[in-house]
């Protein structure tokens, strides 16, 4: 499919946020030749970004001389129309940058993010997510919420990238002065008015309509004001807590960033966790899975799978129809034997992450588990059995 004409050029002004990247868009575009150059680069310093175009120099000049005849003034444009990208000036803050590019369709996105990637350059018929869809799935949005009995400040993280949303305080010595109450009274007042207080932060988190599409929440500060927080809020905003921080108000904006990164990533690498324990039960149970990549890919096309399951960093040789877009595993065929159209080489994890994309299928990457590896690195989790499945079973 070509790329729509509002989404030929994207390169905003900014850090851009992983999350805010259009991968299920991106993973709609193939072409039946190899016209897509897909860049990743580090960043991070001026000699990494040194090294970086050297490498990327360096694939170009390989991949120019392994090129069809055919392919080679395309690919020649394509490469020139990446390069100011690619030599453009370091930002603050930036870390990686990710090109798109394709001189036959006058497609060009230019990313920089906060974020650290592998330099990688790759030519083939579709822009090449997986880098991208590895960051994703560990940098999600979530939300820190740094509190005393005093003043909340509500931060949303987004790739390292801090924006702070909200904040509220009220002060006590002012509203609750001393003169002549009695101890007792005053210290009553005081956490009546430290209640009141926290109630209006719980009402304000409750109403935060993106919580619901984040990561979840970190509640971070010094004291016992966020354990009672957590019971004002209800039942269903305490699940979307990930978790609890003992930090001073005064923690510096990028160490609440670290700290609070940690807690995210560990709570993704429980959810991995979960996910490639749940679909080994139902392996095991005989229940709503599938493994094995064409098993997978035919339960992806027919919009069958709940979550689809893959080692990360693992790597499944296999073939693509340039044509009709068929991929199996495997040695690669002159031809498509559905359609005679032309064969490339692919990861075949690459295809089937782009297939649950384009199928609205939740994808998990789990950085190591024995089971998964031991079914070829991929499995899924289904919605529901297709009817030959369900009479095989009965």
């Given at each position: 499919m070509k790329p729509k004409p509002e989404f030929r050029s994207i390169s905003p002004d900014r850090l851009v946020a992983v999350t805010e990247i259009d991968?299920?868009?991106?993973?709609?575009?193939?072409?039946?030749?190899?016209?897509?150059?897909?860049?990743?680069?580090?960043?991070?310093?001026?000699?990494?970004?040194?090294?970086?175009?050297?490498?990327?120099?360096?694939?170009?000049?390989?991949?120019?001389?392994?090129?069809?005849?055919?392919?080679?003034?395309?690919?020649?444009?394509?490469?020139?129309?990446?390069?100011?990208?690619?030599?453009?000036?370091?930002?603050?803050?930036?870390?990686?940058?990710?090109?798109?590019?394709?001189?036959?369709?006058?497609?060009?996105?230019?990313?920089?993010?906060?974020?650290?990637?592998?330099?990688?350059?790759?030519?083939?018929?579709?822009?090449?997510?997986?880098?991208?869809?590895?960051?994703?799935?560990?940098?999600?949005?979530?939300?820190?919420?740094?509190?005393?009995?005093?003043?909340?400040?509500?931060?949303?993280?987004?790739?390292?990238?801090?924006?702070?949303t909200n904040s509220s305080s009220i002060d006590l010595m002012k509203k609750h002065k001393k003169g002549g109450w009695s101890q007792m009274r005053y210290n009553r007042l005081r956490k009546g008015a430290i209640k009141s207080f926290l109630t209006e932060v719980a009402e304000d988190v409750t109403a935060l309509e993106s919580l619901q599409s984040m990561r979840g929440l970190v509640l971070a500060g010094p004291g016992d004001a966020k354990n009672q927080l957590m019971e004002l809020l209800p039942q269903k905003v305490r699940e979307q807590v990930i978790g609890l921080l003992d930090i001073p108000m005064t923690t510096r904006p990028s160490e609440l960033v670290k700290l609070g990164e940690q807690v995210a990533l560990d709570r993704e690498r429980t959810l991995s966790i979960k996910r490639a324990e749940e679909l080994k039960a139902n392996v095991l149970r005989g229940q709503l899975y599938a493994y094995g990549t064409d098993s997978v890919r035919d339960a992806l096309a027919q919009g069958r799978v709940n979550t689809l399951v893959l080692l990360?960093?693992?790597?499944?040789?296999?073939?693509?129809?340039?044509?009709?877009?068929?991929?199996?595993?495997?040695?690669?065929?002159?031809?498509?034997?559905?359609?005679?159209?032309?064969?490339?080489?692919?990861?075949?994890?690459?295809?089937?992450?782009?297939?649950?994309?384009?199928t609205g299928a939740e994808v998990e990457f789990v950085e190591e588990d024995e089971f998964l590896q031991s079914i070829g690195g991929v499995g899924a989790i289904l919605r529901y059995l297709n009817p030959i499945d369900r009479q095989k079973s009965s």
């Open positions: 991968l299920g868009a991106l993973s709609e575009i193939y072409d039946e030749t190899d016209i897509y150059l897909s860049i990743y680069m580090r960043s991070s310093s001026s000699s990494d970004l040194e090294a970086s175009r050297s490498f990327v120099a360096s694939r170009f000049r390989v991949m120019q001389k392994s090129l069809p005849s055919e392919l080679q003034e395309s690919f020649r444009r394509t490469a020139s129309l990446a390069q100011e990208a690619i030599d453009s000036s370091f930002w603050k803050g930036e870390r990686s940058r990710v090109i798109f590019v394709s001189s036959p369709e006058s497609f060009f996105h230019f990313y920089r993010m906060s974020l650290d990637c592998e330099p990688l350059v790759v030519l083939d018929t579709s822009p090449f997510l997986l880098p991208l869809a590895r960051l994703r799935d560990d940098h999600e949005d979530y939300g820190l919420l740094l509190l005393d009995s005093q003043d909340a400040r509500l931060f949303i993280i987004r790739s390292r990238i801090m924006e702070e990360s960093d693992y790597v499944v040789p296999g073939w693509i129809c340039e044509r009709c877009q068929h991929f199996q595993e495997g040695d690669r065929p002159e031809v498509c034997a559905q359609c005679g159209g032309r064969t490339s080489q692919v990861n075949v994890l690459e295809e089937l992450y782009e297939l649950a994309q384009r």
